[in-house]
């Protein structure tokens, strides 16, 4: 019987072309997998095992934890903490950069995590992610501090999500390689590759952004969505559907399936807050704005690149416009005036 690729062995085939590959970064892969094939099987038995619901806590953004926030952060922890592949972690749900256990290995790379996004959605049962970045750590650095994870997103050794929806799949990008995505087979216990070099189509007609916020959006947001809802009689001259998951892993996933835009602009409200954005760069723009790019899309806050940013502080939060190139293009333009 024909077992297809698995993650393993591509990540493996991969290393073997590039000069000097030790194994570390396929052996860290190889935990990542680890830590979400647990976290969908706790995902996929929700109340059977009481893991829904809140945690009665709140993360460093201010935000109340779900039990699986807490519970995912422990699953990446435990998972990539003590085999030796990474210096240090990073994650959303935690207020500093995580410090390796002192009889732990210490490996050549820093990883950040937002180990359950979008989680506000699983009390009711629609598609949740994890989603990760990883960097490399400073040569000879085996306590690393936050300054060490500041880095721009150009930077990343590779980045991905996990999608747990009808079917779990993760999507795996490394830099001027493409984006592949692997579907786990539950019986078989592997992701098994599925999509090859997965590119996003150029043209859309399909947006996605929080409606109720409509009344804060700045001027070319408010210019490029009205747009849009003018439809076939209006400037743009065809219809556009409005779609909105509040799971940017679910978003992302279905533009890097059928095209389509996913904007969390900066608005007023965020503004008189003193905030940079909604979502976070580190955990969740940067990774996912390399795997956009290499999927052939363009990823920005409306006024810069998203992967040229120089991080000021390791959960700070952007802006974020990315998807079909020419639709994001536009918004980039209406932004210049």
Not at 66 to 82: G, M, P, R, S
Not at 240 to 260: C, D, K, P, Q, Y
Not at 282 to 302: H, K, R
Request: glycine share 10%.
């Amino acid at each position: 019987m024909h077992i297809g690729t698995t993650l393993t062995n591509y990540i493996i085939e991969t290393q073997r072309q590039i000069q000097g590959a030790t194994g570390e970064f396929t052996g860290l892969l190889n935990d990542i997998a680890v830590a979400c094939k647990k976290i969908s099987g706790l995902v996929d038995k929700g109340d059977l095992i009481g893991v829904l619901g809140s945690a009665g806590s709140e993360n460093v953004q201010g935000e109340t934890q779900k039990k699986l926030d807490v519970i995912t952060n422990e699953v990446f922890l435990e998972a990539l903490a003590h085999n030796g592949h990474v210096a240090g972690l990073a994650s959303e749900e935690m207020d500093e950069i995580y410090e390796l256990p002192a009889d732990a290995p210490r490996g050549h790379y820093l990883v950040l995590f937002d180990p359950l996004d979008g989680s506000s959605n699983i009390d009711v049962n629609v598609s949740v992610g994890t989603i990760f970045s990883i960097i490399k750590a400073p040569e000879g650095v085996v306590r690393p501090t936050t300054e060490d994870f500041l880095k721009p997103g150009a930077q990343q050794c590779g980045a991905g999500y996990c999608l747990y929806g009808p079917s779990t799949m993760m999507v795996f990008a490394t830099a001027a390689r493409g984006v592949q995505m692997f579907t786990l087979d539950k019986d078989f216990g592997e992701f098994l590759l599925t999509h090859e070099d997965v590119k996003i189509p150029d043209d859309t007609s399909e947006f996605a952004i929080n409606a109720s916020n409509s009344r804060f959006w700045e001027e070319p947001v408010k210019r490029y969505v009205d747009e849009c809802l003018a439809g076939s009689e209006g400037p743009r001259g065809k219809d556009f559907n409005m779609r909105w998951i509040a799971s940017m892993v679910a978003e992302v996933h279905r533009i890097l399936t059928r095209g389509g835009v996913f904007m969390y602009p900066v608005d007023e409200k965020m503004k008189a807050k003193k905030l940079g954005g909604k979502l976070r760069l580190m955990y969740e723009a940067n990774p996912m704005s390399l795997i956009i790019e290499q999927a052939g899309g363009v990823s920005s806050t409306g006024r810069e690149r998203i992967l040229d940013m120089v991080p000021e502080d390791v959960h700070q939060r952007v802006p974020v416009i990315l998807g079909s190139r020419n639709e994001v293009e536009r918004i980039v333009g209406y932004h210049a005036g």
